[in-house]
């Protein structure tokens, strides 16, 4: 790429001038029957699509956006003989280069009555043009939307450097019936909100519907929102691709989710003070932990190492639940976790219409220790709030099944999460092992080390995150165990995991109470403060109650919490 976004020489380059790479090449995948997985090339139904990241830059401006320093703007380059463009990408200057976008082709299986899969647009409209733009910037930029002729759609722009309209064969649209709705993904440059006439947002796509069996799929184009002139991404119309096939033949086999654990496989770093680390399930249940029944709470029994005891299905609606057992030596003993049985529960399934893969790596604590929060300056023990019985947390590995390319990892953190793209990750020496860290007592998952602050970050009031890379730490790949992957029909769920209710009891305290132990060691502004950030935490940190377990939550059949 060369001098990319050099506008004088005495102007840095940015770190989109740098092409991002894993530490280490990508393996030979285990190579499947059908020559799905890893392949190069995706069938939608009708519409071939090969994965793109070789680009020309076409246009940057180098302010606004994350950073304040801009974004460029490119054209796929080294596409296959017999693919066309469907859309151009962008990315904020703020990260190495570090994308795609999908090219397609029509695999030529005509059917009776059916039109191609792709056509020439009838014309183009300009969306808007930098020319009256204050901002620094490597030339003039064009954005472009194709007008798809009657029963096609547009899925991405076009970028020019010049204001003469491309030619109507520089892309290609799409048949409806091989596309779907979308919306706005991650901001990529503007100011994230419209305020003035003219001014200019520009977003990722994603497909609205995200999940297991959502058929949407991203084509890793951008879209151009304006204010004030009556174009917004309602009228543009940006459409992304669907798979039709939806059969997700190409999804790894077993062999091939082996090789995926083994290249990526997080290693998860606790902290030195941790008292509450993690465990398997089955020495969960072989040391002693009950199964508690409404109306019985006298009687509770003990739980199979298999999970075989307890209740299948249903919902969750507190007839039964888990905890610890009553006698208090060995309490205190499965409260404290078992690194020696620590293994972890795999969740393997088709995302964005199975051109992806998730993994989905979940980890079991038999206990969540107390929140502490920080305010000011002041550090405070917050005594039971945030205790529970029971802790699932999870990292999610997310996969190009173009290549078997690791494209980001979400890291849960109480209720909801984060996704980090692989330029921002951090990886175990030369290797392509993903690096995690487990916050103290409450588990939370986090890319770096350091102290995160859950409320107020700005006013320096919130519940402490904090991490640390110590000598106590989880290989995910050394044991796991693939509890389910239903694209495979082979998988046996283990017995657990359709246990629909909690792993720990509802706490029998007041949280309020609690809170006024804490508030009276607070300075007056600082009491009030600390109270609304409280009020505004979700049920997860505060701890009233034993989570459900992975196959319970939102995100088994969906797209994660952000």
């Given at each position: 790429?060369?001098?990319?976004l050099?506008l004088?020489r005495?102007?840095?380059?940015?770190?989109?001038?740098?092409?991002?790479n894993?530490?280490?090449?990508?393996?030979?995948?285990p190579q499947s029957d059908?020559?799905?997985f890893?392949?190069?090339?995706?069938n939608l139904g009708?519409l071939?699509?090969?994965?793109?990241?070789?680009?020309?830059?076409v246009?940057a401006?180098l302010?606004?956006g994350?950073n304040?320093?801009?974004?460029?703007?490119?054209?796929?380059?080294?596409i296959?003989?017999?693919y066309?463009?469907?859309g151009?990408?962008?990315?904020?200057?703020?990260?190495?280069l570090?994308g795609?976008?999908?090219v397609g082709?029509?695999?030529g299986?005509?059917?009776p009555t059916s039109?191609a899969?792709?056509?020439l647009?009838?014309?183009y409209?300009?969306?808007?043009?930098?020319?009256?733009?204050?901002?620094?910037q490597d030339g003039n930029g064009?954005i472009w939307?194709?007008?798809?002729p009657?029963?096609y759609r547009?899925?991405?722009?076009?970028?020019?450097s010049s204001?003469?309209k491309?030619?109507?064969?520089?892309?290609?649209?799409?048949h409806?019936?091989?596309?779907?709705s979308c919306?706005?993904?991650?901001?990529?440059?503007?100011r994230?909100?419209?305020d003035?006439?003219?001014e200019i947002?520009?977003y990722?796509?994603r497909?609205t519907?995200?999940?297991t069996?959502a058929l949407?799929?991203?084509?890793g184009?951008?879209i151009?929102?304006?204010?004030?002139?009556?174009?917004s991404?309602?009228?543009?119309?940006?459409?992304?691709l669907?798979?039709?096939?939806?059969?997700?033949?190409?999804?790894?086999?077993?062999?091939?989710i082996?090789?995926?654990?083994?290249?990526?496989?997080?290693?998860?770093?606790?902290?030195?003070?941790?008292?509450?680390?993690?465990?398997?399930?089955?020495w969960?249940?072989?040391?002693g932990a009950?199964?508690?029944?409404k109306?019985?709470?006298?009687?509770?029994?003990?739980i199979d190492p298999?999970?075989?005891?307890?209740?299948q299905?249903?919902?969750?609606d507190?007839?039964y639940w888990?905890?610890?057992?009553v006698?208090?030596?060995s309490k205190?003993?499965?409260k404290?976790g078992?690194?020696q049985s620590?293994?972890?529960?795999l969740?393997?399934?088709?995302m964005?219409?199975?051109?992806?893969?998730?993994?989905?790596i979940?980890?079991?604590?038999p206990f969540?220790g107390?929140?502490r929060?920080?305010v000011?300056f002041i550090?405070?023990?917050?005594?039971r709030?945030g205790?529970?019985?029971?802790?699932?947390?999870?990292?999610?590995?997310?996969?190009?099944n173009?290549n078997?390319e690791?494209?980001s990892?979400?890291?849960?953190?109480?209720?909801?999460?984060?996704?980090?793209?692989?330029p921002?990750l951090e990886?175990?020496?030369?290797n392509?092992?993903?690096?995690?860290?487990?916050?103290?007592n409450?588990?939370?998952?986090y890319p770096k080390?350091g102290?995160?602050?859950?409320?107020?970050?700005?006013?320096?009031?919130?519940?402490?995150?904090?991490?640390v890379n110590?000598?106590?730490?989880?290989?995910?790949?050394?044991r796991y165990?693939?509890?389910?992957?239903e694209y495979?029909?082979?998988?046996?769920e283990?017995?657990?995991?359709n246990?629909?209710r909690?792993?720990?009891p509802?706490?029998?305290?007041?949280?309020?109470?609690?809170?006024?132990?804490i508030e009276?060691?607070l300075?007056?502004?600082?009491?009030s403060?600390?109270k609304?950030i409280?009020d505004d935490l979700?049920?997860?940190v505060?701890?009233?109650?034993?989570p459900?377990?992975?196959?319970?939550?939102?995100s088994?059949?969906?797209d994660e919490a952000?």
């Open positions: 790429m060369g001098n990319l050099s004088g005495k102007r840095k380059a940015l770190p989109i001038a740098t092409k991002f894993l530490p280490s090449p990508l393996p030979s995948w059908n020559g799905g890893a392949s190069g090339g995706i009708g071939e699509v090969h994965q793109i990241s070789t680009f020309t830059k246009w401006i302010e606004g994350p304040n320093i801009g974004a460029t703007f490119f054209e796929p380059s080294l296959p003989d017999g066309f463009m469907l151009c990408y962008s990315q904020p200057n703020n990260q190495p570090f795609w976008v999908l082709k029509d695999d299986s005509i059917e039109k899969k792709l056509s647009p009838m014309d409209t300009l969306v808007w043009s930098s020319e009256n733009s204050k901002l620094k064009y939307l194709p007008v798809p009657q029963g547009a899925v991405g722009h076009v970028v020019t204001l003469e491309p030619p109507l064969d520089k892309i290609r649209c799409v409806s019936d091989l596309t779907d919306e706005h993904g991650a901001l990529i440059w503007g994230g909100k419209l003035l006439l003219g947002n520009v990722g796509l497909p519907g995200r999940g069996r949407g799929v991203s084509v184009t951008f151009a929102e304006i204010n004030g002139t009556g174009t991404s309602s009228t543009l119309s940006l459409s992304c669907k798979n039709r096939d939806s059969n997700f033949s190409y999804m790894p086999n077993l062999s091939q082996e090789a995926l654990v083994q290249a990526y496989s997080p290693l998860i770093y606790f902290h030195p003070n941790e008292p509450y680390l993690p465990s398997s399930v089955s969960f249940f072989n040391n009950l199964l508690y029944k109306s019985d709470e006298s009687n509770p029994v003990s298999t999970g075989s005891n307890l209740p299905g249903g919902s969750n507190g007839t888990l905890d610890l057992p006698d208090k030596g205190e003993k499965v404290k078992d690194l620590l293994g972890s529960y969740h393997v399934k088709p964005l219409g199975g051109t992806f893969t998730d993994i989905a979940w980890v079991f604590y969540n107390p929140s929060a920080k000011k550090n405070i023990k917050l005594g709030i205790e529970h019985v029971g802790d699932w947390e999870h990292l999610t590995l997310r996969i190009s173009f078997g690791l494209q990892v979400y890291f849960s953190q109480h209720s909801k999460g984060i996704w980090v793209n692989s921002d990886f175990q020496g030369g392509n092992k993903v690096v995690g860290y487990a916050s103290l409450g588990h939370a998952f080390p102290l995160v602050l859950q409320g107020n970050a700005s006013l320096n009031i919130g519940i402490r995150n904090d991490t110590s000598k106590i730490v989880m290989d995910t790949g050394e165990v693939v509890v389910s992957a495979l029909g082979t998988i046996v283990p017995l657990w995991l246990y629909a909690e792993w720990g509802k706490i029998d305290y007041e949280i309020a109470d609690e809170l006024k132990k009276r060691f300075p007056g502004k600082l009491k403060a600390f609304r409280v979700p049920n997860e505060l701890g009233q109650e034993g459900t377990g992975p196959k319970m939550k939102r088994w059949s969906e952000v």
